[in-house]
């Protein structure tokens, strides 16, 4: 057995992230996202898509993870959001052998005017799947729509959850949601200090804005 092997899956993972550069780290220009907030680093979990042995993995462990959860209350079918989490979805109910539906972020407004794709039914217990989540807010939206739709949602899995803004889980609980994930940005930093290609310059930098995030932000020109 190789010593990468014995490695825990979060650390497994963020190496895998490493491996195929979807982790993009700044040394001068932040990266702004939609919500205005400035980060020097970015995940970029789409790139998982062309990758089949790794997002087998990830699927695997994914499908453990929440099957494990579900022992006394099977899913009846896997969801995924638009667009990123659409093809997670799929895989993972591919795996799982379950129905999938999508959820668009707000009805295409002609035809059906529908915002769930897929076959949904009343009282469906369904598995939400996403490729990331920062603070979590964004995932409400697809919650309220399963629900609208007559369906129970209560779960919902991640392949990377940034964990550093720390009301995120609170917000979700609020909605008698619990979000899983398989790594973290800690145990991305973890795999860049102990990798001597990242310099103690870029380490530091990434490690300040992990533990102040909001602070940082403000100080770089964010929000």
Not at 111 to 129: F, K, N, P, S, T
Not at 160 to 174: G, S
Request: proline share 4%.
């Amino acid at each position: 057995m190789s010593q990468d092997e014995l490695l825990p899956v979060g650390q497994k993972v963020a190496q895998m992230l490493l491996d195929i550069e979807a982790v993009h780290i700044s040394d001068d220009k932040p990266f702004i996202f939609t919500s205005g907030k400035a980060s020097p680093v970015y995940i970029d979990c789409r790139k998982i898509i062309s990758f089949p042995e790794i997002r087998r993995f990830l699927m695997d462990e994914g499908a453990k993870m929440m099957s494990s959860l579900s022992a006394d209350k099977p899913y009846d079918a896997v969801a995924g959001g638009e667009t990123a989490g659409i093809p997670f979805a799929a895989w993972m109910s591919e795996n799982m052998d379950k129905p999938m539906q999508y959820i668009r972020k707000k009805p295409k407004g002609f035809g059906r005017d529908a915002q769930i794709e897929g076959l949904i039914e009343e009282g469906q217990h369904i598995l939400l799947v996403e490729d990331l989540a920062t603070d979590g807010g964004s995932k409400l939206n697809f919650i309220n729509a399963i629900r609208t739709a007559g369906a129970e949602v209560n779960h919902i899995f991640v392949i990377f959850y940034y964990d550093i803004f720390k009301d995120a889980m609170a917000k979700l609980a609020e909605e008698n949601v619990s979000l899983h994930y398989l790594a973290t940005w800690w145990d991305v930093l973890a795999a860049i200090k102990a990798n001597p290609a990242y310099s103690q310059e870029r380490v530091a930098r990434v490690e300040a804005f992990l533990n102040a995030p909001k602070e940082w932000s403000k100080a770089n020109g964010g929000e």
